[in-house]
């Protein structure tokens, strides 16, 4: 069947991703892995994006604020706590309990796509400036200082049980790209089960999926407090990564790359995101270093472009020129067998898709 | 499933848009078992009824009672979850997804997994979808996708269908084995078919309920409707 | 009774920001649907206008009042025949069309006059006195600008053809399609007048808040609130909504402080959108402008 088709493909990239982390250290230098675990947080985002916006259809541009959420409460609760395995949980838990407030309030007003889109962005909005307002001394919980704009540092993650055992950056590195995985595989057995795919038939026409007697905005909830929980541990990594969390993590440029990550890996796909946020990154970096060219103009040309040439983006475009040449092919095969004559029953071969 | 109960009944039932009056005060009744056809010159409030009666609209007075629940203004998925199988005017279907797709998310709702897939698998059997199974629906023929939609309607196993235009836009052929899926369907279902193709009513239909201007003008035989010179009038006179 | 003179012209000024901060969105919005991400830009643009059009010797009121819109308006009507008119019908498209606009302009300007601009320009008018406190005499200017420009906008759409035309297209885009409206040539017109009362609204602005190309992003949180909150029609949407968000926000940053304030009117307006998913003006005042 169809489905057990598409999570062997999952496993088989999450393979690759395996061989990637265990040959990553050897290869790469040492501060190329330091920056990597932040990325892998990014990508974590990137992946909590492609699952409900691609598969859950929920368009949300505000996802950074529950990535951001992830990273205050992770580096909050890890230095008051003194460990970072609590830490972690809670920075996961924190994220869901607020996109389960904030996705009741949308989806059972059944506010529209555009209305869902803006009011996303606005509460990452006014969450960066609520939290760069934060800079006294007074601001504070229990012993970590919010720090306004210059945030918060962030403890590096240890051996559960053992607050004083702090992992080594190459370390830290194994366990993202463990998280990483893990979580591209959850999502990738999500979207094959009976509550993804419902949500993917929301995606396609919510009316349909509410006259076959699904409770829609229960489902929209769910995977939008599922992809909440899972770009608050994005933030985990990503606080991790660089040991400190600063309000930019809700900043406007960090939810647009978001998207653009999204957009340009395609909906639809969970890998695709995932590559689009690790080409972006060191597109971006490479950027950064010249003068001539300014960042927010290349994300803005790529956007636009992107919406205009290639709206389904890179993965879905790629697989379905692979699947029609593959179709073509099919069927010139059976025009060439009819030619000789030789009329075998069956199918055109390859599925549509 | 006793015969001679009543199913679904609406009081007094109107809905509204701004100064228009679109469902009137609409009494109406459908016994258990029964095959309902409602008929009526465009813009009578036949689909404006109807949506009263899915959920898709809320009612702005009056009452719709299906099997002794209250379900005006209730949403749309607390009326399809009584048991109630549902085709709308406007094509509903999940254009991303395959034939297949489509039918076992409808089967799925009610079953777990293994019945699910054989339920999908009759149902694609019983409306000859084979063909299509594996298709995306949104490059299927009109025909086809409502082909799609009734079999999701089927694969839930409702006792009370109720469909709008089922046969509209389909092949001559098609809608005969529309007609014909019709009644096996109510065999098992009380059903309300609003439909304007007048031979496509007489293969199927007992009492016709006629709508004009939001009311009921009248509830008969087919035959007694189009005898009916004030029917004739408003209705098939439009069609001539 | 001087203070609540003074306090209750602080909160008027409030409202009066929101509403033009948000009017060209709103204008872009009842026409089209489309909320434009793209809107904060347009702001800066007209802020950027008027530093320029001063640095280099034209009067200031001329700059603010007549130069900001202008070029402003130029620019909205280039972006929807380039970019805009390419998505009708695709809401989703449009919003991330805009939004790369957004970053775009950010980056060009960026380019141009570097980060930061050190350029500023004092508001004009001075103060003035009520009783023992004083008031911004051009925070009182703006107050009447606000307003004028409502009044504007309202005959325009009430007493022109355009008006007219804009009415219908608002109403049902499809069936003013079919009755041969040119829909094309209201939505850039529409767009390029949105874009002008954001870029006067930046242009006005730029005074009190200085610019950077950055700036955007102070103003359209706020902006987008206001305008979902208000619903699809433009003028009554954008007053209800200003009215009630930019009361409640000066009322509790008065008591608490800004950013409460701002805590509030995202949450109000949260709640206001679980009650009225379509807005103030899509349960209410249903047929007004
Ligand atoms: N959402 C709506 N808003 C305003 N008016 C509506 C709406 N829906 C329907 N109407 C009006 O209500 C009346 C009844 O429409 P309805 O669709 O119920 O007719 P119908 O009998 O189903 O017609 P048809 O045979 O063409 O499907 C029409 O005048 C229509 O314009
Ligand atoms: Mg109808």
Known sequence: MRLARDFRGTLIVAALAVLFTLIAPVTLEFFTIITLTQVIGLAILGLSLALIWGFGGILC???????????????????????????????????????????????????????????????????????????????????????????????????????????????????????????????????????????????????????????????????????????????????????????????????ALTIIWVIVGGRGTLIGPILATFALYYLTAALGTQQLLNTNLILGIILVIFVLAVPRGVIPTLTGWAATRRQRRALRARERRLRLRRPRGGEVAGEAE | MRRGEVVLETRNLSMAFGGVRAVDRVDFTLWDGELRCLIGPNGAGKSTFFKCLTGQLRPTEGDVVIRDVHVAGREPHEIAALGVGIKTQVPNVFDGLSAEENIWIAARRWHGAERARTLTRETIERLQLGEVRTRIVGTLAHGQRQWVELGMVVAADPWLVLLDEPAAGMTHEETGRTAELIREINRSAAMIVVEHDMQFIRMISRTVTLFHEGRILMEDSMDAISADPVAREIYLGHRA | MDQIASDALTIVYGIANLALISLGLAIIFGMMRVINLAHGEFLMLGGYTVVVATNNGVNLWIAMLILAPLVVGVIGVVVERLLIRWLYGRMIDTLLATWGLSLLFIGIVTSIFGASTTTTISPPLGVITIGAYTSSGYELFLIGVAIALMAGVYAVLKLTTLGLLARGTMQNAEMAAALGVSTSRIYMITFGLGAAVSGLAGGLLAPITGVLPTIGVVYIAKAFITVISGGQAILAGTASASVLLGGVNGIVAFITGPTIGEVALLLLAIVLLRLMPTGITGRFFRKSL
């Open chain 1, 61 to 255: 541009f505000g996802q950074t604020a529950f990535f951001g959420l992830g990273a205050y409460a992770y580096a909050i609760a890890a230095t008051n706590i003194g460990g970072s395995t609590g830490a972690i949980l809670i920075a996961v838990l924190v994220a869901a309990a607020f996109a389960a407030i904030l996705g009741y309030f949308v989806f059972y007003g059944r506010v529209s796509d555009v209305y869902l889109a803006v009011i996303t962005l606005t509460v990452s909005l006014i969450l960066y400036s609520l939290i760069r307002r934060t800079s006294g001394p007074e601001y504070k919980i229990g012993d970590a200082l919010l720090g306004g704009f210059n945030g918060t540092g962030a403890p590096p993650l240890n051996i559960p049980g053992d607050a004083s055992a702090m992992l080594f950056p190459e370390h830290i590195f194994y366990v993202a790209m463990a998280a990483l995985i893990l979580v591209y595989i959850l999502c990738g057995r999500v979207v094959t089960t009976h509550f993804g795919r419902v949500c993917v038939a929301i995606r396609e026409n919510e009316t349909r999926a509410e006259l076959l007697a699904y409770d829609t905005r229960l489902y929209k909830l769910g995977i939008f407090t599922l992809g909440a929980a899972i770009a608050g541990l994005g933030g985990v990594f990503f606080a991790v990564g660089i040991s400190r969390v600063t309000p930019d993590v809700f900043g406007l440029g960090q939810s």
